[in-house]
């Protein structure tokens, strides 16, 4: 038992050390104490956001922390040395393990924003309604994936088609790891099909470009020179209440160095829209330090980020089904599976054969 329990605690340990549990400990208990203060809620928009960050530590550490409690309460069980206990500790022994084994996936995040929440933005590309279709059918399977893994979703923006699916949806995911297991979904997904939308049922082939942001909530993680963007307001277009059309209420933010552009209409208010764009910007641009291995904003080189030319996935539904992923060469037949969200396996064979 002795010994079990020593390669248990060696693997509890390898885990604090690689997601620096111990600071983030620490940061956690001083992010709850500023919390419990009865002003913290005076400002809400800064509460709230210590509020996720809490929660974002908490799911990243918090099994580990309490792994740990457990490993220290067996120890003082085994010093005892009473023989009536030793079938309770070593029950005790084997789902402390096989805890610790369902959770060994987290050590293979080990990026700079793996613990952060993702924005998820999906575009139709070529191929017209059919397209739009299909980037409807890759939100309902992130939805349905976040779903499955305990995520929490929030849809920003999203803009229908004229005739069926979607051209753009902006979805928030908060959850553990949520960055480190998404960002293999990161660039173009190709659907071949028969085409429920011409009258000859031909087969189709239809594009969307999967974009997966870090999301970045606190300013100071990215920061950005004011005198570097171009902001533009301008009236709301589409559907919304009325005060959405009629006030220019719509933010569009250029940032000039890297001509990244994003734009933003969904909320009345000019300002909340300006906070989320920036806040989507800010994201956008961490994407693009890890791309390109910037150590800085500043080092960032315009029109080199996730494009319509790097297609990392095909979906086949006709004349055979295949999901294969054209970078780990992993492979399913069970179309309906994937689509429903099972991407567990892709996400983990993606993990593996970057080394992390």
């Avoid at 580990?64 to 309770?88: C, G, M, P, T, V």
């Avoid at 924005?119 to 397209?131: E, F, P, Q, V, W």
């Avoid at 920036?278 to 029109?303: C, P, V």
Wanted: charged share 30%.
């Amino acid at each position: 038992m002795k010994g079990k329990l020593q390669e248990i605690s060696s693997n509890i340990a390898l885990a604090y050390d690689k997601l620096d549990v111990s600071s983030k400990s620490k940061e956690l208990d001083e992010l709850d104490a500023e919390l419990a203060q009865p002003d913290a809620w005076d400002n809400s928009s800064d509460a709230q956001k210590k509020s996720q960050l809490a929660a974002n530590i908490r799911s990243t550490i918090g099994h580990w922390l309490e792994y740990q409690n457990r490993a220290d309460e067996l120890e003082e069980l085994i010093e005892l040395k009473d023989e009536a206990l030793s079938k309770e500790i070593t029950q005790k022994l084997n789902d402390l393990e096989e805890d610790i084994d369902s959770h060994q996936n987290d050590l293979l995040f080990d990026g700079k924003f793996d613990d952060h929440g993702v924005i998820l933005r999906l575009s139709a590309g070529a191929g017209g309604t059919d397209a739009q279709d299909w980037t409807e059918m890759l939100e309902r399977m992130y939805l349905r994936w976040a779903e499955h893994s305990g995520m929490k979703t929030t849809t920003v923006e999203r803009s229908t088609g004229d005739e069926a699916g979607i051209k753009t949806s902006v979805i928030e995911i908060q959850g553990s790891f949520a960055y480190g297991k998404l960002r293999s979904e990161n660039g173009v997904h190709r659907l071949v099909r028969l085409s429920p939308f011409n009258s000859d049922n031909l087969r189709q082939t239809s594009f969307a470009l999967v974009e997966v942001l870090p999301q970045i909530d606190t300013p100071d993680e990215v920061e950005v020179d004011e005198k570097d963007l171009k902001i533009d307001v301008y009236r709301a277009g589409g559907h919304g209440g009325q005060s959405v059309n009629t006030t220019d209420s719509a933010v569009r933010i250029t940032h000039m160095p890297t001509n990244i552009v994003v734009a933003i209409q969904n909320e009345r208010s000019q300002l909340q829209n300006r906070e989320t764009a920036m806040k989507i910007l800010r994201s956008k641009l961490a994407q693009m330090q890890l791309e390109q291995h910037a150590e800085n904003i500043s080092n960032l080189r315009a029109g080199e980020s996730a494009s319509w030319g790097s297609q990392i996935r095909n979906y086949v539904l006709h004349p055979y089904t295949i999901v294969k992923d054209t970078r780990t060469k992993h492979e399913t037949t069970d179309t309906q599976a994937v689509l429903d969200g099972k991407i567990g396996d892709f996400i983990e064979a993606y993990l593996r054969s970057s080394g992390q």
